[in-house]
């Protein structure tokens, strides 16, 4: 009796290894072509200017004008355009480390950490060094 095909054997002869590197290539290609879309979509709504700091584009400089989610979901892409604002690619770099701030818990004062695990305190004795 011969071996039969399970869903671990493989059956093209490529290794899972190929298969996963194939399905991730088609999988950037096509977040590649979605992103063209929409991008080319926002540059014929919207003013190339940036909505934040309000730096205009011209053909020379429009690769630094990038689309930006405002809802941050990068598969809300409605034809009107309403979820997308153009923003130069500071103003877009800064959006997204405002978003990362405000989820890493960044607006939490250096010093309020409130963990005990702490033990060494390397300026404890700074105060008894210095002169009154």
């Given at each position: 009796m011969g071996r039969s095909f399970g869903p671990d054997m493989v059956q093209t002869g490529k290794t899972k290894a190929d298969n996963v590197d194939a399905f991730l290539a088609r999988s950037r290609r096509n977040q590649g072509q979605k992103e063209k879309n929409y991008r080319e979509q926002s540059?014929?709504?919207?003013?190339?200017?940036?909505?934040?700091?309000?730096?205009?584009?011209?053909?020379?400089?429009?690769?630094?004008?990038?689309?930006?989610?405002?809802?941050?979901?990068?598969?809300?892409n409605p034809p009107d355009g309403s979820n997308w604002e153009n923003l130069c690619i500071y103003c877009h770099d800064n959006e997204h480390r405002r978003h990362l701030d405000y989820l890493e818990g960044a607006d939490t004062p250096v010093g309020d950490e409130k963990n005990d695990a702490f033990t060494h305190n390397p300026f404890g004795k700074l105060k008894g060094l210095l002169p009154k």
């Open positions: 540059l014929k709504i919207h003013p190339w200017v940036c909505a934040r700091c309000a730096r205009e584009f011209t053909n020379r400089n429009i690769h630094e004008l990038t689309v930006h989610h405002k809802d941050s979901n990068h598969e809300n």
